[in-house]
């Protein structure tokens, strides 16, 4: 089974911070890497998928980059509405969830 | 409007049964993959379940493998999760999500809002 691991588990950042957030798959994934955007008591929503693709209609400030065993979602520009969870997903068998990195209001 | 909409969650004993259901609409169920996805309190998400558009392919997390099964009736555009043996670390809240395919790179890109469900006595 292809395990994720997710650093940092939490971070504190201000409105208009760069914000880097790393995903390791324990082995080689190619492209197969998707970020999911979680709020307490919602759904997760689709934020990249194929390691760099923008899912429609996602801000422009979110970027994914990497391949084979390491990944980073960016966010440009933190805005108030970014505060939440946030989660990788491998998709090369089956699927696989990180554990969360949690980002909150410095 | 694109929604799926998960319905069965609830309270029950360990040992117990539960049938989840999602009903999808505004999309060709049809032609989708779809997955459960649960997520216990205050823990992350978890990858519990998929099944094919046609229901040929199915795959289960080894956690749930032999008491959870996975089905689909397209034509009533509706997923199910038929649990068995149910354990408190079961206890989370459950999310159908639509798996989409670009390139045969694989995500999820619809969910419902989830329904509960409670394991203990």
């Known amino acids: 089974d292809i395990q994720m691991t997710q650093s940092p588990s939490s971070l504190s950042a201000s409105v208009g911070d760069r914000v880097t957030i790393t995903c390791r798959a324990s082995?080689?994934?190619?492209?197969?890497l998707n970020w999911y955007q979680q709020k307490p008591g919602k759904a997760p929503k689709l934020l990249i998928y194929?390691?760099?693709s923008l899912q429609s209609g996602v801000p422009s400030r979110f970027s994914g980059s990497g391949s084979g065993t390491d990944f980073t979602l960016t966010i440009s520009s933190l805005q108030p509405e970014d505060f939440a969870t946030y989660y990788c997903?491998?998709?090369?068998?089956?699927?696989?969830f990180g554990p969360g990195t949690k980002v909150d209001i410095k | 409007e694109v929604q799926l909409v998960e319905s069965g969650g609830g309270l029950v004993k360990p040992g117990g049964s539960l049938r989840l259901s999602c009903a999808a609409s505004?999309?060709?169920?049809?032609?989708?993959?779809m997955n459960w996805v649960r997520q216990a309190p205050g823990k992350g998400l978890e990858w519990v379940s998929s099944?094919?558009?046609?229901?040929?392919?199915?795959y289960y997390a080894d956690s749930v493998k032999g008491r959870f099964t996975i089905s689909r009736d397209n034509a009533k555009n509706s997923l199910y999760l038929q649990m068995n043996s149910l354990r408190a670390e079961d206890t989370a809240v459950y999310y159908c999500?639509?798996?989409?395919?670009?390139?045969?790179?694989?995500?999820?890109?619809?969910w419902g809002k989830g329904t509960t469900v409670t394991v203990s006595s």
């Open positions: 082995q080689s994934i190619s492209s197969y």
């Open positions: 099944i094919s558009s046609s229901s040929s392919y199915i």
């Open positions: 505004g999309f060709t169920f049809s032609s989708y993959s």
């Open positions: 999500a639509r798996e989409a395919m670009v390139n045969y790179y694989y995500y999820m890109d619809v």
């Open positions: 997903q491998q998709s090369y068998s089956t699927f696989t």
């Open positions: 194929a390691a760099s």
